[in-house]
Each structure stands twice: as structure tokens, then as C-alpha cells.
């Protein structure tokens, strides 16, 4: 079959790919940018990239051709409009849809059984009526909280049972929900599809436990080994809880009110058809939290949730930001001539940042990354999915990937923490009089006077830390401790 595949280079979408085209689909990945989706080589036979921003003009170019569809387009900012941007994205869809020769139309939302709901879950069901008034047959799959590698909810439990030994949560810790392992919801996505029974139906789904986060927290600490000690209190509003998810988490704080608003209603599933109907294995929440660190340490994250947009606080589209300005900027040049080995060099940038950290000056970064916190910015906790492998548009700490390319020898990075300003960090090894150099550049855009003073305020610190990087970075060898 021929599927129209939107939010490809989602969560959802980049672990959805492979299974289709296992099964020998063919598949239209449908991506707001071209430049943050990389496509790799085993599917181009099987796959095409189209470009296209649901929220705007649909091209005519389009592709018609299509047999079932994938919705995947999901928000979780906490912008006021966000519920009316969800439903002009889901109408512009339909409307193409409706253009189409697609027989089947798939939708993933959210979970929720009771009529109070969240405006996450509101905006989830009210897209679900939008979809459900297209020409083709509607399946809709309704899922709580996706447990897997590099998903929000698990990233999120995991910050906290590393981090707090003892933890003083909200009462909202006692609602009930029912987790499910991601590659169940792969699985039921896939079988779905042209499934006769499943046509213009609605479903729930849901792992085969019914646990309070309090015990979800507690049964994460018992699979990693960890004794954990846990007191709710009354008296945390939905905006303190916000708060305290934010800074201890890696979440940002747009994503924690609407996670605090979600978990005050219980999501557990009451209609079991699908059980039935295209039965599996079902994972415990306890093996789905293995299964995910299994990834991890295999280095195997297919997606992560970090990587979306939506945890910065920026979201135009990337390629808005690749050409660094030239003009009315403030830039800070550091040489190296490589005297060991330029492999090793390349192989250091591709892996800045994470667990590797910045080469030199740690807890400055740190700091820098708690500072940014404290004012509301996105801060260190991101991390980076991959230990080596990074591409365009993956978030790095408080950075976000512009260009990774191996063969050109270069990584530029676009800074997302709160800066009176725009930043930019690049790293590319040239050849400068016929000996391999590493270059690497800071590019800073000020605004206004204010701007302008936070660049000399930094500047003594940029004079130890960049050269320090640099230094570092041609020199540094697996196995070496960087302070």
C-alpha cells in the first residue's frame, strides 16, 4: 500500500517508518522541514519526503496517490491559541485529505474517560471530530502514557527517580493510568491498517496495568535499583507543580503545565475491542522500562521527544536560523592546527555535548545551564539522544542542531537558552596551509543595548572557555576525564 506518513520525524513517526516499510509499504513522509529529517539510505527506495506546514497553504503538488493516512501531529505548547492552531492544522489536513484517494485515515490521541478534561485532552478530542468528517474511513487510537526510550513521560520519571532520593509531590500522584510500551502502540498503529473492523471505530489502549504515577515512579526505581521514598502533600497548586516539574526534569515548562493539567485526570481503559481484535503481547510497565534502558545503553534511541520543536522556545523552522549573519555581530574565531589524529577530532565534535559535556570548564557550563533554567530557558537536562550520531535538528543540551555533516567536516549549533540576542556555535576542520585546522567560531546577533553589554559582561569567561574547548577537543582521547 501507499501511506501518507505526517509527523515523520516525530516520536511516533521516526518509530512507525521502519515497520511500514519492513512491511513493504511505501511511504510519504510528510515534514515541516526537510532539513531535520534524515532519511536513511536503506529507505530511500521505499520512501519520499514531502515538505509541507499544515497550518498554511497545502502545495498542489501533493502527492494524491495515497491508500491510508497517518495523523501524528500532536502540540503541547501552552500557548492561549494552541487549541485553535491543532484545529486549523487537522481542517487544512482534511481538506487535502478529501483530494486524495485515501480509504482509511489514522489518528493516535489521547486517552480520557471523563467529561472534565485538560485542554491538552480537549484540543486531542476535538481534533478527533475534525479528522472523523473526512471523505475516508476514520480509525482513531486513544493512548495514555507511552512508555519507551526517549519518550516524554519516561525521560520525565526518570529525571526524578535519579535525582530524588526523597521526593515531596502533589496529590495528582495518586491519579490512576494506564501505561502502555511504545512499540504496543506501533504495533496496534500497524495492524489497524485496511482491518475491516476497525474502519470509522474509535479504541483504547493501554497496557495490561492500572498503576497510580506514585507507584509508576516507585516500580522505575525498583528496575533500576534505586530505594525511593515518596510523601504527597495537598497543598501543591497545578502552577506549583508545573514549577517543580520544570526544575527538576528536563521538560520545559510549556510541556509541564500541560503534563500537570493531564495527570489531575485519571486515563484508564474502558473499552477493550482492540484486545480482540488484533490481539499482542502486552508489556508490563516494569518491561517496558527495560526494554527502554535496553535501548539506551545499546545506543539504539530511534526518537526522542527532546528533539521535537516543542522543547524549545523557538519554533520556526530551522533553516530560518543555517545562515549565520555576518553583519552586526559580535564573533569570537579560535584556530587549531590537528597535530594527532583528525579522525578522532571529528569523531570529539559529533559528540559534544550529553554525558561528554563542553571539554573544558564543566561546571561553568552547568551553572550557565542552571541560570538559564532559573529564568525560564530550557537549560542542560536535554542532553542528546545518541552517544556519536547527531543530525539537524536534534536538541543538544541547550542548543539545536543545524548542520551535522561528516563529509563537510562541520556541526553548526544554534543556542535556544534565554539570551538577549542569537548565538550560534560552529566547528569545522579546514585545510589551512596544507595542514587539517579546526575552527571554531561563537557568532552572537545582540539586541538592542542590553545585548551588547551581556557580550562583554561573558567575555573574560568566553576567553578561558572557548580556548580551553578548542584545546580539549583536538587533543582529547577516549577514556580521559575532563573537568
Not at 70 to 91: G, N, P, R, V
Not at 370 to 399: C, E, M, P, Q
Request: net charge positive; charged share 25%.
Amino acid at each position: 500500500m501507499r501511506v501518507l506518513l505526517t509527523g515523520a520525524n516525530g516520536y511516533i513517526g521516526l518509530r512507525l517508518l521502519p515497520v511500514l516499510i519492513d512491511q513493504g509499504h511505501e511511504v510519504v513522509c510528510c515534514v515541516r522541514d526537510k532539513k531535520r529529517f534524515d532519511l536513511k539510505k536503506d529507505y530511500d527506495p521505499h520512501t519520499e519526503v514531502f515538505e509541507v506546514d499544515f497550518l498554511q497553504d497545502i502545495p498542489s503538488n501533493a502527492p494524491k496517490d495515497i491508500d491510508v493516512a497517518f495523523y501524528l501531529i500532536h502540540s503541547m505548547t501552552a500557548d492561549s491559541d494552541f487549541e485553535q492552531l491543532e484545529q486549523k492544522a487537522a481542517q487544512n489536513f482534511v481538506n487535502y485529505l478529501n483530494s486524495t484517494t485515501a480509504k482509511q485515515l489514522i489518528y493516535l490521541s489521547g486517552l480520557a474517560n471523563q467529561q472534565d478534561l485538560s485542554k491538552h485532552l480537549r484540543s486531542r478530542h476535538q481534533v478527533e471530530e475534525i479528522l472523523k468528517a473526512a471523505r475516508a474511513h476514520h480509525t482513531v487510537l486513544r493512548a495514555g502514557i507511552i512508555v519507551g526510550s526517549g519518550s516524554a513521560s519516561f525521560e520525565i520519571i526518570r529525571d526524578l527517580v535519579e535525582k530524588l532520593p526523597v521526593m515531596i509531590a502533589p496529590k495528582w500522584l495518586k491519579t490512576k493510568c494506564q501505561p502502555i510500551a511504545v512499540r504496543n502502540v506501533i504495533y496496534y498503529l500497524r495492524d489497524v491498517m485496511a482491518r475491516p473492523e476497525c474502519l470509522d471505530e474509535t479504541f483504547d489502549i493501554g497496557g495490561p496495568e492500572v498503576l497510580t504515577y506514585k507507584q509508576m515512579l516507585l516500580q522505575f526505581a525498583r528496575v533500576r535499583g534505586l530505594k525511593r521514598y515518596i510523601f504527597t502533600v495537598p497543598v501543591m497548586t497545578p502552577r506549583l507543580s508545573s514549577y517543580w516539574l520544570f526544575f527538576v526534569t528536563s521538560t520545559s515548562y510549556r510541556l509541564a503545565v500541560n503534563l500537570v493539567n493531564s495527570m489531575k485526570i485519571d486515563v484508564v481503559v474502558q473499552d477493550k475491542r482492540l484486545q480482540n481484535i488484533t490481539p499482542q503481547e502486552l508489556f508490563t510497565y516494569p518491561q517496558a522500562v527495560e526494554l527502554a534502558f535496553n535501548k539506551i545503553e545499546q545506543n539504539l534511541v530511534a526518537s526522542s521527544w527532546k528533539d521535537a520543536l516543542v522543547s524549545s522556545n523557538r519554533f520556526r523552522k530551522l533553516s530560518s536560523f543555517i545562515e549565520v549573519p555576518k553583519n552586526g555581530v559580535f564573533k569570537d574565531i579560535k584556530r587549531k592546527t590537528i597535530r594527532h589524529n583528525e579522525g578522532q577530532v571529528l569523531e570529539n565534535i559529533f559528540s559534544i555535548g550529553g554525558n561528554r559535556g563542553w571539554y573544558y570548564g564543566t561546571f561553568l557550563w552547568n551553572i550557565r545551564g542552571l541560570l538559564d533554567k532559573a529564568v525560564g530557558g530550557v537549560g542542560l537536562r536535554r542532553g542528546r539522544t545518541h552517544v556519536s550520531n547527531i543530525n539537524a535538528g536534534d536538541a543538544l543540551d541547550f542548543w539545536r542542531v543545524l548542520v551535522a555533516d561528516r563529509e563537510e567536516k562541520r556541526l553548526l549549533l544554534y543556542a535556544e537558552m534565554k539570551l538577549p540576542g542569537e548565538a550560534w556555535l560552529e566547528f569545522q576542520i579546514e585545510d589551512h596551509k596544507g595542514k587539517p585546522c579546526l575552527q571554531q567560531t561563537a557568532t552572537f546577533r545582540p539586541n538592542g543595548l542590553w545585548g551588547r553589554l551581556y557580550w562583554y559582561m561573558v567575555l573574560p569567561f568566553h576567553f578561558f572557555i572557548f580556548n580551553g574547548m578548542i584545546r580539549n577537543i583536538e587533543r582529547y582521547r577516549p577514556q580521559q576525564v575532563l573537568l
